[in-house]
């Protein structure tokens, strides 16, 4: 078989061909290796950012400021041994003997919680009877501004209880604080003066109370008053 002819210069055209599509491959890399790596530069930024950088300030000691300016060191005051200490040592009145209130004693003046007398109603207890049954003498109770407020705002579910606060036996103390919590009411009003007696049924309260000395505390227990911390409580349940 006879070869056609070569044509002069198709080598050297296939060579240019040829190193055409190799420097278009690596120019493609190298595009694609530059996008890559603005990438990885981005993501990086993102991932070191600091937030709320500090300003470095010198301290105040430092040698570099004047010693006009610099900060002086505080001087340690000698403690003198022949100097007679002073300590705060808190005051408690003199109606107690250790615990016991020697101001209480008959007519009884009893300051009266919200919740004692709706627990007085349910258990079916006149007030003024059962304090006298639970003390044998006479009893006065009291009731503050802020608790009668306290019953009002319970709205028409409690109004016998409200009818029972406005009775004429019932002495009424007037509040000067703000607001109608009753609690902080009658622990300072029990601080203050020793002269009374708290009926309550408030678990809370009652924990604060207790950390006052001479203040005796009044509850309801098997439908019938009780009192502790008191050892005149001649009509008190024993148990």
């Known amino acids: 078989m006879l070869r056609s002819p070569r044509r002069p210069g198709s080598s050297f055209c296939r060579k240019l ?3 055409a599509a190799s420097s ?3 120019l493609m890399r190298t595009s694609q290796k530059k996008i890559h790596d603005s990438e990885q530069k981005r993501k ?4 070191t950012k600091r937030y709320a950088a500090m ?3 010198i301290s105040l000691k430092d040698q570099r400021i004047k010693e006009t300016d610099r900060a002086k060191a505080k001087e340690k005051k000698k403690k003198d041994p022949s100097q007679l200490k002073e300590r705060e040592v808190t005051k408690y009145p ?6 016991y209130n020697t101001q209480l004693g008959p007519p009884y003046h009893i300051l009266v919680d919200t919740n004692f007398i709706n627990f007085s109603i349910k258990a079916k207890l006149d007030i003024v009877q059962s304090m006298m049954d639970c003390l044998y003498a006479k009893c006065i109770p009291y009731i503050t501004d802020c608790v009668m407020a306290e019953i009002e705002k319970l709205g028409m579910k409690y ?11 019932f002495e009424r103390l007037p509040c000067t604080h703000k607001g109608t919590y009753a609690d902080d009411c009658l622990v300072q009003r029990v601080t203050q003066h020793k002269c009374y007696i708290l009926a309550t049924v408030d678990r809370d309260l009652k924990r ?9 505390i009044m509850y309801i227990s ?7 911390r008191m050892p005149d409580d001649y009509g008190a349940p024993r148990f």
């Open 17 to 19: 061909t040829t190193l």
């Open 24 to 26: 278009q491959r690596n």
């Open 44 to 47: 990086g930024k993102q991932k």
């Open 55 to 57: 300003k470095r300030m």
């Open 94 to 99: 003199s109606c107690l003997f250790f615990q």
């Open 159 to 169: 109004r016998v209880a409200l009818r029972i606060a406005k009775d004429p036996r």
């Open 208 to 216: 604060r109370v207790r950390k006052i000395p001479g203040v005796p």
């Open 222 to 228: 098997n439908h019938r008053y009780n009192i502790e």
